[in-house]
């Protein structure tokens, strides 16, 4: 726990860091590390009755109690502020008394959790399970410092800086590229392996459930002892030099990295600073250079939704030493990472070095390895190894047809919290967005009846009218894949594979939950459980091994089993069945015929599907577009997977066309001047 200890440590003596992601497994005292910062925070002056956390110094012109002007101070500790993630939209930013700001003309506001952060620290569990229109909220926030609410002409804006720290479990599934790059440093947790240790955790567990205020008052010393160094860190902040070889070696580690944009120069520059003065020092030396990297990089190198986030210890410590001192010695040609100051495996003023955790794309990482000979299984079947796949790309869109209401996303139709409005209707429980023209069209024929004296409208609850919004929700994207001999050509399944992690990067891109069933053999197995963790599907289709027979009944049945019970864990997420198979089917001397009857099962429960047709060859059977026609869905190739593939035709057709006319017009005009 080093790493996450000085990254909160860190924030904590300088907040401009930007904030801690913490990647761990379940368990591990994520949650727990992260709420005991709360009473390690020095306290804070405040306007005294100010909502916002206004400053005293400096209060916030916009602030909505303001404007401040002679107020007394009060001080109070910095508040940790928990973000459901569950939580609604209003809650997050505030809400508005709609009826009286309409009736009254009053801003009658009532302050979010956003406006309690502010100057503290916002803490998201789980937070790559928040939905994206809370994401976005959070992104600008976070990127102005400021939460801005608007409803039909009222307007309301006020100071929102805070800590932004966030836990995951990353088999849950990755955040979305924007808010990852928010949090200034990320850290990579797992439980202790030692014996001792994890007797020791249990031991003082079990002491703290025991007696809850003297385990507290046992430690209240250290506790103590550690806020005053924070203190003491924050004060020395100031004075701390970062030269310009510091500087240089920053941003020529971030230019060897590749990483995008210049906000991990920024964070890399703050957390090197930070680290100078939580040892005491008022210089950056090259050891905090390098610790820094080891906090702010590893989440900016993703390239790609299959990357797992690393840091190549030995490309760092050779970009140090290329640029130390110009006078000096130089960078030793013995090796990487022996230059002058690197001590190896030095102290770094917090705690023992991350250990080298260098990743790359799983189709990267085995297309190297060379095919391995088949394998003999019992039962006489044989199994080929599994082999990599083709690079992904972008494919066509798939969506499922009219209109839901699931969890917000990219694919589908659906009526959703945000998009474009498209009719009003009455409110449906509490109203939240309100349709402006519709309320005052309800409530206009009635002012005279009601004696409407003034400029006030009067206004009765019957006649508020509330937005309906379409915009496009997240799907359950349920992959069944065909493993069976029939797809073991190498080649072939080669660019099946490649196939499959081009929809799961096309899922990811829109936000959808996955599952995985494949058929090979005697049966059918839940590959992956649906997950928004679109990686791990990634890192199960690159282990699939594939031979035996091909029992598609099996699979299609697995699949239908799988949509039930999703169905009733989450009614209002609409399925989309991709299945992908070259149409065979063995097992049995109807086994073609038992397949169609279990994809018309799934027809008849409204399952939208895709099939995926993997048949090769000179000669084609067609089966996989019998199997589509009997699950009521689409037949599409490899070849016409691909987006740009589509894009080609459809540039190939307007060509085609454009030539047509010209010759068309051209002869015209060419028989009207031979008659004139």
Not at 46 to 64: E, H, I, K, L, M
Not at 470 to 495: C, H, I, K, P, Y
């Amino acid at each position: 726990m080093d790493d996450l200890r000085l990254g909160l440590l860190l924030n904590a003596v300088s907040p401009a860091v930007g904030g801690v992601l913490v990647r761990g497994e379940k368990g591990t005292a994520k949650s727990t590390m992260v709420r005991a910062l709360a009473g390690l925070l020095p306290s804070i002056a405040t306007v005294a009755g100010c909502r916002f956390a206004c400053d005293p110094a400096s209060p916030d012109a916009q602030c909505p109690d303001g404007p401040h002007s002679g107020e007394g101070a009060a001080e109070r500790p910095a508040f940790l502020v928990e973000l459901p993630v569950g939580v609604s939209e209003d809650r997050v930013v505030g809400s508005l008394d709609l009826e009286r700001a309409l009736a009254e003309g009053v801003k009658a506001y009532e302050p979010g959790l956003l406006a309690k952060a502010h100057r503290g620290v916002l803490y998201i569990d789980e937070v790559n399970l928040l939905q994206d229109h809370l994401v976005d909220l959070l992104l600008d926030a976070a990127a102005m410092g400021r939460s801005y609410v608007e409803r039909e002409g009222v307007s309301v804006r006020h100071a929102a800086r805070f800590l932004l720290v966030g836990t995951m479990n990353p088999e849950e599934g990755e955040l979305r590229p924007q808010l990852l790059d928010r949090f200034g440093l990320t850290v990579e947790i797992a439980a202790t392996r030692d014996a001792d240790e994890r007797a020791e955790v249990v031991r003082r567990r079990l002491a703290y459930d025991a007696d809850p205020a003297g385990f507290a008052a046992s430690w209240a010393g250290r506790e103590l002892d550690l806020a005053e160094r924070i203190g003491a860190a924050r004060e020395l902040l100031p004075s701390v030099e970062l030269s310009d070889l510091a500087l240089r070696q920053i941003t020529a580690v971030c230019a060897a990295f590749e990483v995008d944009g210049l906000r991990a120069d920024i964070v890399m520059a703050r957390t090197a600073v930070a680290l100078a003065a939580w040892a005491g020092r008022t210089e950056v030396l090259e050891e905090d250079v390098r610790k820094a990297a080891q906090l702010a990089l590893p989440h900016r190198r993703r390239r790609n939704p299959f990357d797992a986030p690393g840091l190549d210890q030995e490309q760092l410590d050779r970009t140090l030493a290329e640029h130390q001192e110009p006078d000096g010695e130089g960078p030793d040609d013995e090796g990487p990472g022996d230059g002058p100051g690197d001590g190896g495996n030095g102290p770094d003023g917090g705690g023992s070095p991350a250990p080298s955790d260098p990743t790359s794309p799983a189709q990267e990482a085995s297309s190297e390895a060379p095919p391995a000979p088949p394998q003999q299984r019992p039962g006489g079947s044989r199994e080929s190894s599994p082999v990599a796949s083709e690079h992904p790309y972008r494919t066509r869109l798939f969506k499922v047809d009219g209109t839901g209401r699931g969890a917000q996303g990219r694919r589908s139709p659906a009526e959703t919290d945000a998009g474009h409005t498209v009719r009003a209707r009455r409110p449906q429980g509490r109203l939240t967005r309100l349709h402006l023209s519709a309320t005052l069209r309800a409530a206009a024929p009635h002012q005279v009846a009601r004696g409407r004296a003034g400029r006030a409208l009067v206004l009765r609850r019957d006649d508020l009218r509330e937005q309906v919004r379409r915009g496009r929700e997240s799907n359950l994207v349920l992959f069944v894949v065909d493993a069976s001999g029939s797809m073991a050509a190498r080649q072939r399944m080669t660019a099946v594979k490649g196939a499959v992690l081009s929809l799961l990067m096309d899922a990811y891109q829109r936000r959808d939950k996955i599952g995985m069933v494949t058929f090979r053999g005697s049966g059918a197995e839940l590959a992956l459980p649906p997950t928004s963790s679109v990686e791990v599907g990634a890192a199960r289709l690159e282990q699939l091994p594939t031979g035996g027979r091909t029992p598609l009944e099996a699979g299609l049945l697995r699949a239908h089993e799988v949509l039930r019970v999703e169905r009733l864990r989450d009614p209002d997420r609409r399925a989309l069945l991709v299945v992908v198979t070259d149409g065979r089917a063995t097992g049995t001397r109807d086994a073609v015929a038992r397949s169609h009857r279990a994809a018309g099962l799934l027809a008849a429960q409204g399952v939208a599907a895709v099939v995926l047709d993997c048949e090769s060859g000179p000669v084609r059977l067609g089966l996989a577009r019998e199997l589509a026609a009997h699950l009521n869905g689409d037949a599409v190739s490899l070849d016409e997977l691909r987006a740009e593939g589509v894009a080609a035709l459809v540039r190939e057709a307007r060509t085609a066309m454009t030539s047509t006319a010209t010759t068309s017009t051209t002869s015209t005009t060419s028989t009207t001047r031979k008659a004139a």
